[in-house]
């Protein structure tokens, strides 16, 4: 970050003495005012809950333009990572800053998929879980597990633990993902084959028995590849920024993404798809498409409760850019197995369509965001509901990986301490028992 010219003034109405604040520029986006020495100078805190203005680390990784509708990975837009990489490629340039060339790629490629076996142990692990349990349950335990099995891998300070764990995670996600949903339906464990791709090997982790042969279709494959990278980094978000703070204490780097994994979990963030799904089923149980108008004004009445699902977000201000790829994706799953006329997927364009137009979502600049047809694409090819939050979870731990290690290798970085503005009973004594 650099300096600029320009400086905060700081003034008090109160005639207390006015503190120059300085300012940095990063290389695009807003400036940042630095007020770390805020405290010292004035005896007083800023006061941001939900940091709606509050930059919480510098950070080379992503960049979002809101009100563009634009998302870049170390400068590449999301639009020709979909078109011209794969998600492994996504991985290393998230990782390591620059697109492999074609050794590179080769050799991460060989890399990970060398490590996608588990423990054999991390089966019995699981066995501990009813089958009834909620996939994310399952997996917040499985990736915390895993500091209980990579001994060699958990010094967050040591940046050769930090790579081999990074690889491991992304590696071995896609295994413990897919033994949870075995797990839940009752099918014994599918091994990773090492000559799939990435998708295609969750696939078949997925979906193969060990009774027959199993063919990884190449258009479903290409479609979980890609909501694999649309999902893969999104900045400073909540399971993110959780990362972070985990992270900073020291801990190892499996317990800081197991943080991760349970913050995404929430309906506001990555359950969302989730939950957008099963609203959709909602509306179509309760008589589809016709019942839109009605469902929609339910959306508009505060006191009712009901959010649009898959609709807005805290930094797109026009349009996410995830959900128009997303919704090319639908289009080709469908069509792929012969679901054009998904009833689903047609509620969701209606949905859509009068979102667009209403004055309600217009005048607050909502618009879909990236779960809004993930959990079509999904639901299509075979995800259970439950377990689409699992897919999100697989597919950003590259991202918490990586803004974790770009945190530990960062000279300005501290263990995150918030403060607070306190509102409660300042200090009295404690009455006896009868007096109270
Ligand atoms: N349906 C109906 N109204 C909405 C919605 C929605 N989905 N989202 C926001 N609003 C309204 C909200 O009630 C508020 O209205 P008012 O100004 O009258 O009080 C206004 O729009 C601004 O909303 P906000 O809650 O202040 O916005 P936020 O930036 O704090 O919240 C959000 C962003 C994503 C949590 C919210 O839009 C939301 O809950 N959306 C539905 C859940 C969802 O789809 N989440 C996935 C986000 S993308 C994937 C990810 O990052 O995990």
């Given amino acids: ?16 003495p006015s503190v120059e604040l300085p300012i940095y520029a ?6 940042v005012i630095d007020i770390r020495k805020l405290y010292a100078q004035t005896g007083m805190f800023t006061y941001d809950p939900g940091f709606l203005s509050t930059a ?7 960049y979002i333009d809101g009100d563009k509708g634009e998302l870049l990975y170390r400068g590449y837009p999301i639009e020709q990572l979909a078109t011209s990489c794969d998600y ?6 998230l990782l390591k800053g620059e697109l492999p060339n074609e050794r590179q790629r080769n050799d991460f490629h060989k890399l990970v998929i060398n490590h996608t076996m588990v423990n054999e142990q991390m089966q019995f692990f699981l066995r501990g879980f009813r089958r009834d349990a909620h996939p994310m349950a399952v997996l917040t335990g499985l990736v915390g597990g895993m500091s209980a099995f990579y001994h060699d891998s958990t010094d ?5 633990h930090r790579e081999i764990a990074a ?4 590696a071995k996600m896609p295994t413990l993902v897919a033994m949870a949903y075995k797990y839940k339906i009752g099918q014994p464990y599918m091994y990773p084959q090492n000559h799939l791709s990435y998708a295609g090997n969750f696939l078949r982790m997925m979906f193969g028995t060990p009774c027959e042969e199993y063919k990884v279709n190449p258009v479903l494959e290409r479609a979980l590849d890609r909501i694999f990278i649309l999902h893969a980094d999104h900045e400073q978000n909540a399971s993110t920024s959780t990362v972070r703070l985990c992270g900073s204490s020291g801990t190892n780097p499996f317990a800081a993404i197991a943080a991760g994994v349970a913050c995404l979990w929430g309906p506001s963030h990555g359950g969302a798809n989730e939950a957008c799904l099963n609203m959709l089923e909602e509306i179509q149980a309760s008589g589809g498409v016709a019942k839109v108008g009605e469902f929609m004004e339910k959306v508009k009445d505060k006191s009712s409760g009901v959010k649009l699902m898959g609709f807005g977000h805290r930094v797109y201000k026009n349009y996410d850019p995830r959900a128009k790829l997303m919704q090319e994706t639908c289009n080709e799953v469908l069509t792929e197995l012969g679901l054009e006329n998904d009833p689903l997927f047609a509620l969701a364009k209606k949905l859509e369509q009068i979102a667009l137009e209403d004055d309600y979502f217009v005048q607050r ?3 879909p965001n990236v779960d809004f047809y993930s959990g079509i694409v999904q639901r299509a090819i075979g ?3 439950n377990l689409f939050t699992g897919i999100f979870a697989l597919a950003r731990t590259v991202g918490w990986i990586a803004q974790l290690n770009e945190m530990i290798s960062d000279p300005e970085y501290k263990i995150g301490r918030p403060r607070q503005l306190f509102t409660g009973s300042p200090r009295r004594d404690v009455p006896p028992l009868d007096k109270r």
């Fill in 365 to 367: 600049k909502l618009y």
């Fill in 1 to 16: 970050m650099k300096l600029v010219d320009n400086k905060a003034i700081l003034s008090f109405s109160n005639g207390a």
């Fill in 383 to 385: 995800i259970p509901v």
């Fill in 26 to 31: 990063g290389s695009i986006g807003p400036d």
């Fill in 88 to 93: 492994l490629d996504v991985c290393y340039l």
């Fill in 167 to 170: 690889i491991r995670l992304i």
């Fill in 156 to 160: 967050i300070n040591n940046p050769e």
């Fill in 56 to 62: 919480s680390c510098q950070s080379a990784i992503t």
